[in-house]
């Protein structure tokens, strides 16, 4: 069995709780382009903003707002500005035990990226706010790797970064069905799905999800070798 060298982590509700902070931020950046939250055109837009949770934000926005390029960057830096807000207003703390999760794969050689949907001065904002500027070996938006999830270019740009050899030596983790999506497409050996965020455990097994864990706590155990963590537990 290859050995896991790289872990691929999301971020807001896999390492980060999100408790509502995605919607709050959400129905701000609509209202801003003219969508009243209670209208029928708002709740059928979170309902899609909730299916889509893990994919780029602006990607969301467009689909949205049908193509109209000026009206979803305007909605995504609305969006982008209440979220970052919110974050400066302390209402951002990590999933428990996820820095431990992340310290225990590093301490074992394995290095730790981490990633997202959101843009990256609101990746860099959440952060510096948990205290964790250094707490990875490589952080991504999807500025920085062409496209955003579902498809595998944040994974094979920290492939690529980080020097990894295959891979099938990768493993992934996310709360959303893109999440697992994402790792799927890039080869990686383990795309696992956590409960703590979006999406539930139908909604990841359906995706395809490898094992779903009741938290990213619970990876290192997978990744490391406990033969106790068997898929889908």
């Known amino acids: 069995m290859t050995r896991t060298q790289l872990v691929v982590l999301d971020m807001a509700g896999t390492t980060v709780a999100d408790d509502g902070l995605v919607v709050a931020a959400f129905t701000r950046a609509i209202a801003s382009v003219g969508v009243a939250e209670g209208s029928d055109d708002y709740a059928r837009m979170l309902a899609y903003v909730h299916d ?7 990607s969301v926005f467009r689909a949205l707002l049908d193509q109209d390029e000026d009206r979803a960057q ?17 209402a951002c703390a990590p999933v428990d035990g996820a820095e431990e999760a992340i310290a225990e794969l590093r301490t074992a050689g394995v290095k730790v990226a981490l ?8 990746q860099q904002a959440i ?8 707490i990875a070996d ?8 062409g496209r955003g999830r579902p498809y595998p270019d944040l994974v094979l740009t920290a492939v690529l970064r980080l020097g990894v050899d295959d891979v099938r030596a990768v ?6 069905a893109f999440d697992v999506l994402c790792g799927l497409r890039a080869g990686a050996s383990v795309a696992a799905g956590v409960l703590t965020g979006a999406h539930d455990r139908a909604a990841l097994e359906q995706a395809g999800a490898t094992h779903v864990l009741d938290s990213v706590r ?12 068997t898929p889908g537990r």
Do not use: R
Not at 138 to 145: F, I, K, S, W
Not at 171 to 176: H, V
């Open 138 to 145: 490589l952080v991504l938006c999807p500025a920085d790797a």
């Open 115 to 122: 990633t997202t949907g959101f843009g990256g001065d609101t």
């Open 52 to 58: 889509t949770m893990g994919e780029s934000k602006i």
């Open 127 to 134: 952060l510096k706010a948990l205290g964790w500027t250094s």
């Open 171 to 176: 493993a992934t983790a996310g709360d959303t």
């Open 218 to 229: 619970d990876l290192p155990a997978v990744v490391l070798g406990d033969p106790a963590a």
């Open 74 to 90: 305007h909605a995504n830096a609305a969006f982008e500005a209440a979220y970052g807000d919110l974050v400066a207003g302390g």
